[in-house]
């Protein structure tokens, strides 16, 4: 189950007033993860296997996570990642003349084929564990948290319409409409604590059995693929102790 995120980013200006130069590189190591863009809004998904450039180490809900930059169909986009949903390897990206140019290809082409199948592998549990979850009194659980995380955008585009409105109506409607947002939130947030422990206390008395699903052929059968990489990510995690320990 994802943790909510409510996306209340604290980041320099800096990282949005010019170019930057990335200070490593990533691969995405779950099934999938967001992309936030500078405002908090969900800006892309990306999947495991994914690769990025690192533009800056920044916080998240005073959580780690990553400022990056990636490309979708050949289209860079900026973002931010939590660092929980990837792995880093620090250091200056080498340029196609230079020796180490043709390992660091290899370390990312090994690197996207190991996450994502771990992914397609990780996708089966989850698929699992979410139809599992939906037989719980609390299945409401992520829609709701959904909603709050979209709380804050609302929020900042009530307040901006506010601000720019010609007449006082104007003025008066969207002041209305950030005062029922508040009261309505305080709500969700009540309801969300109400449903989290009846998750809690059903989860305990009828726990999800990681143990059975692991015993099926298709999550033997994509195990099995991730095995055939292990002898190469030993060694690439040899040739980066810190990024294997930030796993």
């Not at 939590?82 to 082409?109: N, T």
């Not at 609302?154 to 409105?165: G, M, S, V």
């Amino acid at each position: 189950m994802k943790r909510l995120l409510l996306l209340l980013f604290l980041l320099p200006v800096s990282l949005f007033a010019a170019e930057l130069i990335p200070i490593g590189w990533g691969v995405v190591t779950v099934p999938s993860t967001t992309l936030y863009d500078k405002t908090g809004k969900v800006a892309d998904e990306l999947y495991g296997g994914d690769l990025f450039k690192v533009l800056r180490e920044v916080k998240m809900n005073k959580a780690p996570a990553y400022y990056i930059e990636f490309k979708r169909k050949g289209d860079p986009m900026n973002g931010i990642i939590s660092a929980a949903d990837g792995r880093y390897f620090p250091g200056a990206l080498p340029i196609e003349e230079s020796s180490q140019y043709a390992q660091f290809q290899a370390d990312q082409k090994l690197c996207r084929a190991y996450y994502s199948a771990c992914a397609t592998r990780d996708s089966v549990m989850e698929r699992k564990r979410k139809q599992y979850l939906e037989k719980s009194p609390a299945k409401q659980l992520e829609k709701l948290k959904k909603e709050l995380a979209n709380v804050p955008a609302l929020e900042r585009k009530y307040a901006a319409e506010q601000k720019k409105a010609k007449t006082d109506a104007q003025r008066l409607k969207y002041q209305d409409l950030r005062k029922e947002l508040r009261y309505n939130t305080v709500g969700l947030q009540e309801e969300i604590k109400r449903l989290e422990a009846t998750a809690a206390a059903w989860l305990e008395k009828h726990p999800f059995d990681e143990e059975a699903v692991k015993k099926t052929a298709v999550w033997k059968r994509l195990n099995a693929q991730t095995e055939t990489f292990k002898e190469q990510m030993d060694e690439l995690d040899q040739r980066y102790p810190q990024a294997a320990q930030a796993l």
